[in-house]
């Protein structure tokens, strides 16, 4: 029986990207929807799951994306909500790429840094979709996690609610450019840059010798990069004392973690991938 995945984007045209990755990590078909809203969900869902029997529904899988990360979580509730008894699929969630580069970010920043618990773990840029996941990911695990934005007030409110999901210990402080970044690296053992592309946010003179600094990753690839010194393609470079990842380094263990997650989706029908799901499989490849 083929395989056959149903992409649900909430932006106006559905991800090629997305897309194709899927035809790349097994599915057979991918039938892709762009504009996709919580109204309009039912009956795509109903689409998937009235087609095929109970036990041949682990064949169907649905997979959500578009640049809106709020969107696609109210996509996902919509999902569920259609669902009923033993019929049902398997979703991922990753809009934006934000799960799958999140959990690739902090399987390298870990790594890199021994462990993250109790270690002071900067964000610039964090109240971006990447920068969100990453915070919970890395409380999570025990990380106190300052997440930098420019409006302050907003990214309180974004750090309550990662606490409230993922638990652990994530403040908001307020970052206004670059030239803020030095002071907001005190005490940092771990930095990543999640901010928007083309953007400057931490100068070398920043990081670079930082006493305590061990690891540092940057999800930008467009120049100038986000923290510079930092190249596009290291992946574990030693640079002034600190080990350091850029966007392709990261880039390569993201697309391993979205495939297998890909490919996980039709082992079974009931399957749920969030942040969480998707930071279980990137620990398994980093195992």
């Not at 695990?141 to 999901?165: C, F, H, I, K, P």
Request: with cysteine; charged share 20%; net charge neutral.
């Amino acid at each position: 029986m083929r395989k056959l995945l149903l992409q649900l984007d909430t932006s106006t045209h559905a991800s090629v990207f997305d897309r194709v990755v899927a035809h790349d990590a097994g599915a057979d078909a991918v039938m892709s929807y762009g504009g996709v809203t919580p109204e309009t969900v039912r009956d795509l869902v109903h689409g998937c799951i009235f087609t095929r029997g109970p036990k041949d529904l682990n064949n169907t899988a649905i997979f959500i994306g578009g640049t809106d990360m709020a969107a696609g979580e109210a996509l996902l509730a919509a999902v569920e909500t259609a669902f009923f008894g033993p019929m049902r699929v398997s979703v991922m969630l990753d809009s934006n790429g934000s799960n799958t580069t999140a959990a690739a970010a902090v399987a390298k920043l870990e790594r890199a840094a021994g462990g993250v618990r109790g270690k002071r773990a900067v964000i610039t840029g964090g109240t971006g979709p990447v920068g969100v996941r990453a915070a919970g990911l890395l409380a999570g695990r025990g990380a106190d996690v300052v997440m930098t934005s420019r409006r302050l007030e907003y990214a309180q409110g974004v750090a309550r609610t990662t606490r409230e999901r993922f638990g652990g210990s994530i403040v908001a402080v307020s970052m206004a450019g670059a030239a803020d970044a030095s002071e907001t690296l005190e005490g940092a053992h771990i930095l990543l840059n999640a901010g928007g592309a083309g953007v400057c946010m931490v100068p070398k003179a920043a990081w670079a010798g930082r006493d305590g600094l061990q690891a540092a990753a940057d999800v930008n690839a467009v120049p100038p990069l986000g923290i510079e010194g930092v190249e596009v393609a290291d992946n574990g470079a030693a640079r002034d004392g600190a080990e350091v990842f850029g966007a392709l380094g990261v880039g390569g263990l993201k697309m391993k973690i979205h495939k297998r997650c890909i490919g996980r989706l039709f082992e079974r029908n009931d399957l749920i991938m969030d942040a969480e799901a998707i930071d279980g499989v990137a620990r398994e490849l980093g195992a």
